[in-house]
């Protein structure tokens, strides 16, 4: 059973390089900008959390999409985000495009989008500026139903 708390250590490795390790022992790589010194030995934390966004909402994706998975050739989710230029440079928006390849219907595709995104994916609700979606099907943008 999941547990309510979750909880990761991050280290300092060096220079603006740390290392965040979950319970399991998987290990991502944060750095800082090369402006601010950093190594380019790791992501940067506002692309992290692009990627945590990216792949929590891929994943409940898949699995709605499940009865519909032999008709999907390939998923890629392109997250991108627009930062305030003054401090704290928070996201003041993110938009998130789902490219799929395949003989699925759209429409399943859209379905599998929105709940994923407006139920399940904890990371899409802990984050505050708006998020939009998009859908490439096949190369195709698709727009939402």
């Known amino acids: 059973m999941e547990s309510n708390k979750m909880k990761v ?73 627009t930062k305030r230029e003054t401090q704290p440079k928070d996201f003041t928006a993110i938009n998130v495009t789902f490219v799929v390849t395949g003989e699925v219907p759209a429409d399943k595709v859209w379905r599998a989008i929105k709940i994923s995104v407006e139920k399940y994916c904890p990371v899409a609700h802990s984050v505050k500026p708006d998020i939009t979606y998009q859908l490439l099907l096949n190369g195709q943008e698709i727009p939402a139903p």
Not at 19 to 33: C, F, P, R, V
């Open 9 to 81: 250590s991050t280290k300092w490795e060096n220079d603006f390089v740390f290392s965040m390790t979950n319970s399991e022992g998987n290990q991502l790589k944060i750095d800082a900008h090369m402006e601010a010194d950093g190594q380019k030995q790791g992501v940067l934390p506002m692309q992290a959390l692009l990627g945590a966004l990216a792949g929590c909402a891929g994943m409940d994706f898949k699995a709605i999409l499940q009865p519909h998975m032999d008709q999907v050739n390939s998923i890629e989710i392109v997250t991108e985000g």
